[in-house]
């Protein structure tokens, strides 16, 4: 009669547990970063229904930016942008720069304006908004604008969002409706 476990049946045991974790790992972390990629498409779906409604409520237009190949976006007035294309001044860069005061116009921006970490803005494709805005485009730092009117129509965009193991997602924006619909994940051109 044997009471105990042997050091060989011990020591198999721990070995099949380590290749088990080492296959899972990847899975998992594939898991875990399509989850980000859709959760960044409800963020970015949200934040445009909230312009929208922000617009129609104070009769305004209001613009939508965001950072090619970054992940912040803003949210503002049109009439509170600059000549240069800023909102009263350069964006945040950094966090202790996201505590300072900004003007009602641009309230909106107080929430957090980042997609979740590894999502990017990986490219987009606006129709006529530089028209549309009276001249106020991208400045390099920011794309160009999605512009969100008072009667609840929008300027058409699509935005294609992309992760760090190449997937991507397309999420779109119809501008008569101002409804806002995302892709299955893919891994379509982001460039």
Sequence with gaps: MRRGVTLVELLLVLALLVIIGALSTPLLANSFSQARLRHGGE???AAWGKTRLAAMQS???????YEPEGSRYQTAMLSSLNTTGTVGGPAPADESDRNTQYSEADILRLERSELPEGVVFSSGHLTDTQQLA???????????PIL???????????????????????????GLTGISRTSEIGSEATR
Excluded: C, H, P
């Design 148 to 174: 969100f009117f008072a009667d609840g129509t929008t300027t058409d965009a699509v935005v294609i969002l992309a992760n760090s193991q190449q997937k991507s997602m397309r999420v779109t924006l119809r």
């Design 43 to 45: 963020l970015l779906r």
């Design 59 to 65: 009769g305004e237009t209001y613009v939508f930016r």
């Design 134 to 144: 009276g001249g106020v485009g991208g400045d390099g730092n920011w794309s160009s």
